[in-house]
């Protein structure tokens, strides 16, 4: 089992740039299809983007689609969500999480198996 720690969130103007990166312990990382998920205040826990363990599969919400790059480095046991053009209805905790199990179901929680402990990404207009 992995475990998953974030950083890189911060608070940035509309029209700003963010890179997220999410570190994973364990020497599995390489087979872990992994996905970028947020919540904002008052609302559910939401899909945000996904990469196949392999990288071959990437997967986006619509709402950040041609915003947001997911990426990983399995040398380095981290994936990344590069996030451009920030708006303020970003504003929420981002969670990075894993999937052992290759699920297609990649936009739901439910899928995925570890947890990071989120970092907060605050885009101000």
């Known amino acids: 089992q992995v475990r998953l720690v974030e950083s890189g969130g911060g608070l940035v103007q509309a029209g700003d740039s963010l890179r997220l990166s999410c570190a994973a312990s364990?020497?599995?990382?390489?087979?872990?299809?992994m996905g970028w998920f947020r919540q904002a205040p008052g609302k559910e826990r939401e899909f945000v983007a996904a990469?196949?363990?392999?990288?071959?599969?990437?997967y986006y919400a619509d709402s950040i689609k041609g915003r947001f790059t997911i990426s990983r480095d399995n040398a380095k046991n981290t994936v990344y969500l590069q996030m451009n053009s920030l708006k303020p209805e970003d504003t929420a905790v981002y969670y990075c999480?894993?999937?052992?199990?290759?699920?297609?179901?990649?936009?739901?929680?439910?899928?995925?198996?570890?947890w990071g402990q989120g970092t907060q990404v605050t885009v101000s207009s």
């Open positions: 999480a894993a999937d052992a199990g290759a699920s297609t179901l990649y936009w739901r929680t439910q899928s995925y198996e570890t």
């Open positions: 364990g020497r599995t990382f390489s087979r872990y299809s």
């Open positions: 990469i196949w363990w392999s990288g071959t599969n990437i």
